[in-house]
């Protein structure tokens, strides 16, 4: 069994600025991947980005990395020079057969 | 092509109408799901479908059905719902079951009256 936890239920970000965003989880799995979804409003749910555990390299996608913690069960999410586009609800989720996603934090990007 | 196409968008309907939602992909995937998300919240699965064959059923009334007729179509179809049914319906697929990112699809809206 998997539990994803998130602990921030929504935060926001001046455009520009950088923002973390925090997932914890708990598996018993001994390899796994983890992944960070975005979905806009309204609109459809895309991986930003994902990690193999079995990485010590932290995943990077252009603005978007990861810092993960193994021993800490951690995989936050960085977000650099935010823009109005990335306002959303990002997912962190990890599973093998089937996703386990946590509640989500619902990001805001202020002008 | 790295869509997953999904009919229809919306979908309004009664709690004695029958009526099917469709998912289509065309990536070769052997894996795919339906999801079930209520508003701010996570997506919650509902079906897995392997090499086209049913493989998780997340204790799902049996008022939804789900089919795959192929590997790139999977329909889910619906009978005698409730209004607490209402929610929106993703499907998604993936290269495999297992540690695969899974594309999502757009969904579909449903409301049941």
């Known amino acids: 069994a998997q539990t994803v936890t998130q602990s921030q239920p929504e935060m926001s970000v001046q455009e520009a600025e950088t923002v973390t965003l925090s997932c914890t989880y708990d598996?018993?799995?001994?390899?796994?991947?983890l992944f960070w979804y975005k979905q806009p409003p309204s609109r459809q749910m895309i991986l930003v980005i994902r990690q193999e555990a079995y990485k010590q390299q932290n995943a990077t996608e252009n603005r978007f990395s990861v810092n993960f913690q193994k021993a800490a069960k951690s995989f936050s999410l960085k977000i650099s020079d935010s823009q109005l586009g990335d306002a959303a609800m990002y997912f962190c989720?990890?599973?093998?057969?089937?996703?386990?996603f946590g509640k989500g934090t619902k990001l805001s990007v202020i002008p | 092509d790295t869509e997953v196409t999904q009919t229809p968008k919306h979908l309004v309907m009664g709690m004695t109408n029958k009526k099917s939602l469709k998912c289509e992909q065309h990536?070769?995937?052997?894996?795919m799901y339906w999801y079930k998300q209520k508003a701010k919240k996570p997506p919650e699965l509902m079906f897995v479908y392997s090499y086209e064959k049913l493989s998780i059923n997340e204790s799902v009334p049996s008022r939804f059905s789900p089919e795959c007729p192929n590997s790139s179509l999977l329909n889910l179809h619906l009978h005698a719902l409730q209004p607490e049914d209402s929610a929106l319906y993703l499907c998604a697929s993936s290269p495999v079951a297992g540690d695969y990112e899974q594309y999502f699809g757009p969904g579909t809206r449903l409301t049941v009256t």
């Open positions: 990536m070769g995937h052997r894996a």
């Open positions: 598996t018993s799995e001994s390899d796994y991947y």
């Open positions: 989720a990890t599973g093998s057969y089937q996703l386990t």
